[in-house]
């Protein structure tokens, strides 16, 4: 400040002004002797005190610090069910809270102090409110009803309404550092349908739950029949093989024990052939009179001129002669 302007303040009894952490002040010079008049395009910078006369000026304070404007059904403010009300595509109403987290931007107080309010209070209510409800509303009239309960969806159409709050916002002094998407109420008749549907879909999950359970159940009792029919093929099989083990043994005996009796009989019957071709010849009839002779041994001996011998056909000397011999052999 010169000093003929803190000259001019001391004389006229300037006054103090203050500016808090977070404030930036603005001022209006509304004579304009030493300066144009109107608003003083700088603004003053937090933190600090100011001195200036307070009927050649007029004061405004801003708050930079985070703001929020909050429109909700139960806020009590004087708009009452201020809740963001939207249409999504499928035709449904939903009413919506809505935080909009905002700050002004120091440097854009001037403009503000001209061309929106004397106060970040009444910034909220003139531009950041109305302008958030409309590019919020238009952001979120984009989505379906079935949409809105996915809840990225709507973190996704929060970040889309912030950049463009932003994009017409900032130009003007506020910067939107958050757009938060509260509680949501869909109309009475709607909400039925949904809770309907909502059953209808638990139902139909739990028929999948116990139809699928039931699917396992039957393949389970499948595979165990499966089991107990393979194991019985399997203890059949075996059984068979062992009752085949057994009857091969007992065939292979049998069969053994014919070949023995046949060789047996074989050589029976050869010693029988071997025998028989013995007593075809000479020998046979010499055996045989010693085999009359054996019988005839011991007995007394009548011949009978009459009867069925004929003498005259018997060699009696060669029977006698057989006799002795066999007599002799016996020693009598």
Known sequence: MSVLSLLLATVLGCTPHSTGS???????????????KGVVPDPYSPGSTYFFAPMLNEWYLYDTALQNVVMSRDNGSQYGDDSLRFKTIDGNDISVNVTVAWSIDGTKAPYLLQF????TQTVGERLVRPVSRTIIRDVLNSLASEQYYD?????KKAEQAAALLNHYLNPEGVRIAQVLLGEHKFNERYEQIIRDKKVAEQDASRLDSETEA???LRHRELEQAKGLVQQAIEEATGESRKKQINADAIYYERQRQAEAIL????????????QARALSGSGGRSIVKLKV?????????VFVPTGGMDLRTTDMNELLQTYAVVKGASGQ
């Open 214 to 216: 039931a699917r396992e």
């Open 293 to 301: 002779a054996e019988a005839l041994k011991g007995k007394p001996i």
């Open 263 to 274: 060789s047996e009989k074989r050589a029976k019957a050869r010693g029988i052939a071997e």
């Open 22 to 36: 977070t404030e930036v002040g603005v001022r209006v010079a509304t004579v304009g002797v030493l300066e144009p």
């Open 151 to 155: 809840a990225g969806v709507r973190f």
């Open 116 to 119: 929106v309010g004397p106060d």
